[in-house]
């Protein structure tokens, strides 16, 4: 069938993970649960951290930044897809569209800055502890994370701005749950040339050098820690940036994961089933990584947990 230019799009439909109506119930539960579980675990980080002075430090300020990303990422994605299998309509309309395709840049991005910033957070604390509390000073810190807030908005309008001139043919359909960008790239009839190498100039800029930097950090802070001469001081420091580490991995290995299956694949519900992957997952994850490896994390959650009035509220009483 050939395809008519279509210069004025009033809406695209969101195919979603499959279009199998049995699977549709089981998506929906299964989604609603990841989506509350995400909510509820990070609000619970960033309530933790704001009632307990002992947590008020860069680290934990950046984490509490980092769980409100999160709850960015996943409210800017997943109601909507909810909503679409429960009202059975697909439809977004174009504003919407772009609208979240310019926050899920914005978000992602942001989340990519901050685990560069906590990494040096780790390096100071690690490789220069008599001066952290001089170099981490709390201006610097909101400096920090306002740039990598400001480095998100540009990356994120970045990208919408160069795809709003595109002309879309007659086929509108995203085999996507959520308006991404290089399943909207597909749709064009318009030239995509200057897109495509803005994504490549931009993606190495905006996530390249965040990864290298915090490749470098970590570099770094093994070779410090290789250095102490106590076994228990080693232990310690690598306890205090193992949660970051993990997550870290666990953030750059499904995107390169989602990248590989891309490259490797041209099914788009594969692509689909592996964009959870880095959409998702990682949300739902990072509140139990850094509650379950932390000591004072935990510590302060069993507190906050077992508090009298959080019991009676509970309880009814």
Known sequence: MKFKNQTSVSEFLLVGLTDDPELQPLIFNLFLVIYLVTILGNL????????????????????SNLSLTDICISTNTIPKMLVNIQTEDQRISYTGCFSQLCLVLVFF?????????????????????????????????????????????????????AA????????????????????????ACSDIFINAMLIYSAGNTFFGVPL???????FKIISCIL??????????????????????????????????????????????????MYIVVPQVMNPFIYSLRNKEMKTVLRRLINWKPFICWGLGL
């Open 44 to 63: 619970i980080i960033i309530l933790a951290i704001s009632s307990d002075s002992h947590l008020h430090t860069p680290m934990y300020f950046f984490l």
């Open 109 to 161: 991005c942001l989340e990519n800055c901050l685990l560069l910033v906590m990494a040096y957070d780790r390096y100071v604390a690690i490789c220069h502890p008599l001066r952290y509390t001089v170099i981490m000073h709390p201006c610097l810190c909101v400096l920090l994370v306002l740039l990598s807030l400001l480095v998100s908005i540009v990356h994120g309008l970045l990208h919408s701005l």
């Open 164 to 187: 709003l001139p595109l002309s879309f043919c007659t086929n509108v359909e995203i085999p996507h749950f959520f308006c991404d960008l290089a399943q909207i790239l597909k749709l």
């Open 212 to 218: 290298i930097g915090i490749i470098f950090s970590y």
């Open 227 to 276: 250095r102490m001469p106590s076994v228990g001081g080693r232990y310690k420091a690598f306890s205090t940036c193992g949660s970051h580490l993990f997550v870290v991995s666990f953030f750059y290995g499904t995107g390169f994961g989602v990248y590989l299956s891309s490259t490797f694949s041209n099914s788009s519900n594969k692509s689909a089933m592996a964009s959870v």
